[in-house]
């Protein structure tokens, strides 16, 4: 939007963004087998027919599949999700659409629009769908377009990329 609406956007504040390589990203190696055509019907037959069982039942399962064992709100709304096939559907598409689509960094966009640009990365390693190899590259972009360190800032509350399915309070 930035690019396309430059006249109308003063800043953009970016969190924990996945502008580039997110097939090379820990989660994009791991999951895109997943996300592939052949992968994607299964998936859609599976989630078809486990819309027929209680929640009660699946959550359990999904709790263990998915790794959030540690978190009730986690496996509850990954839960109605799995039991709904068209969100499954478009859920594997748009995710093959991106692992196809964020690929290289674009470096002229940063370098003209960096002044407008906000950026929250997770520490460290904690982000897997940004590889920290890519949070490095944009810095760079960004240092030798004189967009200093001052416009980002790493996580230091240990938040992660799936933060949105979290449950309680973040204090300051």
Known sequence: MVK???SLIDSCHLLFPTISH???A???LRMSPLFSPRASAPFALATSALSFLPASL???VIAVLADQRGSP???AVTTSLVQSPGV???AFTLAREELNSV???DRAFLVEFGARLRWYWAAGEDDGWVADSSV????????GAGWGKERQVRCAEGMVHAFVLTEGELTA
């Open 58 to 60: 699946l959550q359990p």
């Open 4 to 6: 396309l609406r430059s």
């Open 88 to 90: 499954v559907v478009a």
């Open 22 to 24: 997110m097939s090379s």
């Open 136 to 143: 490095v590259e944009i810095q760079g972009v960004l240092d």
């Open 26 to 28: 820990p989660n994009g």
């Open 103 to 105: 690929k290289a960094l």
């Open 73 to 75: 709100h986690q496996a």
